[in-house]
């Protein structure tokens, strides 16, 4: 039952930076504003972690924070920060 609840409040959080794609440490609230998000990546990405390198000079202000629920293949909610794309709406 308490993994559960962790599926339901909490998020993986996925980045892709620089060419590098990996997921954060650790998850974050399903609720978290984008703006909190782009916050969390950004503070994250500067510092660097496992597979991603560090980059200190990273802005993610005009990021999109894709949000995707659970479903049959991944049991927990994910965040998924990408820059906008030319042809995306």
């Known amino acids: ?3 559960e609840l ?3 409040e909490f998020a993986r959080v996925e980045i892709t930076w620089a060419g590098h794609h990996a997921e954060l440490p650790d998850g ?3 609720d978290a504003t984008d703006d909190q998000v782009r916050a969390m990546v950004q503070e ?7 597979g991603m390198p560090a980059d200190p000079n990273v ?4 990021f ?4 995707f629920g659970p479903s049959e293949t991944r049991q927990t ?7 906008k794309t030319a ?3």
């Open 1 to 3: 039952m308490a993994d």
């Open 6 to 8: 962790v599926a339901l």
């Open 28 to 30: 974050m609230a399903v």
């Open 44 to 50: 994250a990405v500067a510092n660097g972690f496992p």
């Open 59 to 62: 802005n993610l202000r005009d």
């Open 64 to 67: 999109v924070i894709d949000r």
């Open 77 to 83: 909610h994910l965040l998924l920060a990408r820059p």
């Open 87 to 89: 042809f995306g709406a």
